[in-house]
């Protein structure tokens, strides 16, 4: 059993990358969980197997890596102007401008320094044009806490949903470290604050919140309302059968044979009452 130098074991995982089926890995989980430490490790691997050093693997097989992109951390350059957020944005555009189907990109969140909307549209369209555009198609291993991006799994084919799993005992959670199939819909932020020692009140206020908060975002065809769009392969539900087409249809040929300028009010008033008792004797 591998051991960190804290002391506590270290859990091997495995991935598997390709530019065919799994192009995109989202990797979803709870704070502290581990998804950084996965993407990294996985960074450091491809690295270590271009430059011929020895790779701590059971076994790997990794082709030809030109370059590895990282959009990791938060930082900022105020002394030349530049925000935490304009800094991150900076580095996702030089991944999506400069990236090849050969590369390797780690995206360790994306759109965190603003607002949750334009955030998480941000993150949405990023993994769309990865995905998307044949120029990039880059091998992609994307950590993030908007849970709404697993569901690009159910309209994009290369994308695939993974979390690190974790046990729950009542308020307690147990981070296992291991990474395993499927999205995960919770971060477990709340119980990470008081694990921090944030005062009672606000943690028990805070579920309150997230339970007012949380709601389904799907459309009626079972697609995530996030991918409408132009350019949004969204399924298109069929037309409901209609039981009364045929009685419809015998109400718009008589519509269709009444000539309006030859009409009295008299026979206007007849008519109505006309298509009125055949609707009544249709029923």
Not at 199 to 220: C, D, G, M, Q, Y
């Amino acid at each position: 059993m591998l051991q960190t130098i804290f002391g506590e074991p270290f859990i091997p995982n495995g991935v598997e990358l390709d530019n065919d089926e799994n192009q995109i890995l989202i990797i979803t989980g709870p704070n502290m969980a581990g998804k950084s430490t996965y993407i990294r490790q996985v960074g450091l691997i491809a690295l270590l197997a271009q430059i011929g050093s020895f790779v701590p693997a059971v076994s790997a097989t990794i082709g030809i890596v030109d370059r590895i992109f990282t959009r990791v951390g938060a930082q900022d350059n105020l002394a030349g102007g530049e925000s935490t957020f304009l800094v991150e944005m900076n580095e996702t555009a030089s991944i999506l401008n400069n990236a090849t189907p050969k590369s390797l990109i780690l995206l360790d969140e994306i759109g965190r320094g603003t607002s949750t909307f334009d955030g998480l549209s941000i993150a949405w369209a990023v993994a769309e044009y990865l995905h998307n555009n044949s120029r990039v198609r880059a091998k992609t291993l994307f950590a993030t806490h908007y849970h709404e991006l697993t569901e690009l799994a159910l309209i994009l084919p290369r994308v695939k949903n993974f979390n690190v799993a974790v046990r729950e005992w009542g308020n307690h959670i147990v981070f296992l470290r291991k990474i395993v199939p499927g999205g995960c819909d919770h971060s477990y932020g709340i119980q990470v604050a008081r694990l921090a020692g944030l005062p009672k009140e606000v943690i028990e206020r805070a579920k309150e919140v997230l339970h007012n908060l949380e709601s389904n975002e799907l459309t009626p065809n079972e697609m995530p309302k996030l991918a409408a769009g132009r350019h949004a392969p969204m399924m298109v539900a069929e037309p409901q059968l209609n039981m009364f087409a045929e009685e419809e249809e015998k109400i718009r040929q008589k519509l269709k044979e009444i000539d309006l300028n030859k009409l009295t009010p008299i026979e206007a008033l007849n008519k109505l009452n006309e298509l009125k008792k055949l609707i009544s004797d249709e029923k």
